[in-house]
């Protein structure tokens, strides 16, 4: 079961509340009506709003339970989800000095909150905001750019696409197969091109065309990784020298799947190329991504999105509150 089957629920719950709401009053109300009491608009609207009143009390009686587990419960849950050794314990000693043996539900989650932050796009208020995205080949950069581009599209904002990862024929045709499909420019060259040559056009036609947003894919794999990671800082410093203080985000995409070893990526991709914020793709897979507590715990960067599948409306904004609950769910 993934781990995002809990948001579909959550949607199942109110669902259900809303049909609690119609059947009462096409229920009781509508009987009335049929025996020729007349039933006032105002009566109608006030039933609902109870009913609406007494189904979320009682969805918040259930929010309200507050199971315990024990710290070695917690233990399992913390490292089978790829919390990482050093901050699981670091997370168990917190709570054993101010809870004990046995700790709240809600005191983990409360803890386990200190060390996630969500923070949206960075944009400029005029010119083009450029937003790089970077990390490992399969993580799902071109994806999640497909994906970004049509909620940034949705939002009214002109979006261009640039093709930077030149290594693989097949990754400047997937990123092409996308614009198409969702209805946004694309800058390309020819496969083995300079990826920087690429930024370089991409920036200057959206300044020429009033560009709001470049989203910019890279390569994940080159012949070798010192490769990359001087490729990947060449096309940051075209960037910068093409509009200033620009890329606004360089945003680093890690899967899910990756366990701990996402902590390794992002402390390589970070110290070599620097990094604004996170993605984390794939949570619609069985894997919990607790990495992201080490990563915000050693590095400070912040998750802007989460990605639950392969389809372009796929795509969450991060919430801490929900992707802690999501974290728990089934478990405890
Ligand atoms: N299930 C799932 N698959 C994803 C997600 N994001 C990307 N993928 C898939 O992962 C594979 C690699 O994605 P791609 O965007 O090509 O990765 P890139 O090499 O980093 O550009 C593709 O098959 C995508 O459809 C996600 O959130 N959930
Ligand atoms: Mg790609």
């Given at each position: 079961m993934g781990m995002f089957d809990f948001l579909k629920k959550a949607l199942k719950k109110t669902k259900k509340a809303i049909k609690e709401v119609v059947d009462s009053v096409s229920g009781e109300e509508l009987e009335e009506l049929d025996e020729g009491t007349e039933v006032t608009a105002q009566e109608v609207a006030k039933a609902s709003a109870d009913s609406i009143t007494k189904s979320q009390s009682k969805l918040k009686k259930k929010s309200k339970r507050d199971p315990k587990i024990t710290l070695e419960t917690l233990e399992e849950i913390l490292l089978s989800s790829d919390a990482g050794l050093e901050l699981t314990e670091e997370i168990l000693e917190r709570l054993e000095e101010e809870e004990g043996d046995v700790v709240r539900l809600s005191k983990v989650k409360e803890v386990l909150k200190n060390y996630l932050v969500f923070e949206p796009l960075n944009f400029r208020r005029s010119g083009p905001s450029v937003f790089m995205f970077i990390g490992?080949?399969?993580?799902g950069k071109t994806t999640t750019i497909a994906k970004v581009s049509k909620r940034l599209k949705d939002e009214g904002r002109k979006v261009l696409l640039a093709a930077?990862?030149?290594?693989?024929a097949a990754a400047i045709e997937q990123l092409e197969w996308w614009a198409k499909k969702i209805g946004v420019d694309i800058v390309k060259h020819q496969q083995g091109s300079d990826a920087a040559a690429v930024a370089y056009d991409a920036v200057e036609a959206a300044v020429a065309r009033g560009v709001d947003v470049v989203l910019v894919d890279t390569a994940g794999r080159l012949h070798n990784k010192m490769q990359l990671m001087e490729e990947l800082l060449k096309v940051k410093r075209v960037i910068g020298k093409k509009v200033l203080d620009e890329p606004r985000e360089i945003l680093l995409v890690l899967d899910a799947n990756n366990g701990q070893n996402a902590v390794v990526q992002a402390e390589k991709f970070s110290r070599e190329v620097g990094t604004t914020g996170v993605i984390v793709t794939?949570?619609?897979?069985?894997?919990?991504?607790?990495?992201v507590f080490s990563i915000y715990k050693k590095l400070g960067l912040p998750v802007k999105f989460i990605g639950v599948g392969e389809?372009?409306?796929?795509?969450y904004e991060f919430s801490p509150d929900e992707f802690i609950d999501a974290f728990f769910d089934g478990l405890v």
């Amino acid at each position: 079961m993934g781990m995002f089957d809990f948001l579909k629920k959550a949607l199942k719950k109110t669902k259900k509340a809303i049909k609690e709401v119609v059947d009462s009053v096409s229920g009781e109300e509508l009987e009335e009506l049929d025996e020729g009491t007349e039933v006032t608009a105002q009566e109608v609207a006030k039933a609902s709003a109870d009913s609406i009143t007494k189904s979320q009390s009682k969805l918040k009686k259930k929010s309200k339970r507050d199971p315990k587990i024990t710290l070695e419960t917690l233990e399992e849950i913390l490292l089978s989800s790829d919390a990482g050794l050093e901050l699981t314990e670091e997370i168990l000693e917190r709570l054993e000095e101010e809870e004990g043996d046995v700790v709240r539900l809600s005191k983990v989650k409360e803890v386990l909150k200190n060390y996630l932050v969500f923070e949206p796009l960075n944009f400029r208020r005029s010119g083009p905001s450029v937003f790089m995205f970077i990390g490992v080949n399969g993580s799902g950069k071109t994806t999640t750019i497909a994906k970004v581009s049509k909620r940034l599209k949705d939002e009214g904002r002109k979006v261009l696409l640039a093709a930077g990862d030149t290594f693989r024929a097949a990754a400047i045709e997937q990123l092409e197969w996308w614009a198409k499909k969702i209805g946004v420019d694309i800058v390309k060259h020819q496969q083995g091109s300079d990826a920087a040559a690429v930024a370089y056009d991409a920036v200057e036609a959206a300044v020429a065309r009033g560009v709001d947003v470049v989203l910019v894919d890279t390569a994940g794999r080159l012949h070798n990784k010192m490769q990359l990671m001087e490729e990947l800082l060449k096309v940051k410093r075209v960037i910068g020298k093409k509009v200033l203080d620009e890329p606004r985000e360089i945003l680093l995409v890690l899967d899910a799947n990756n366990g701990q070893n996402a902590v390794v990526q992002a402390e390589k991709f970070s110290r070599e190329v620097g990094t604004t914020g996170v993605i984390v793709t794939k949570l619609d897979s069985s894997a919990k991504a607790g990495f992201v507590f080490s990563i915000y715990k050693k590095l400070g960067l912040p998750v802007k999105f989460i990605g639950v599948g392969e389809k372009v409306e796929d795509l969450y904004e991060f919430s801490p509150d929900e992707f802690i609950d999501a974290f728990f769910d089934g478990l405890v």
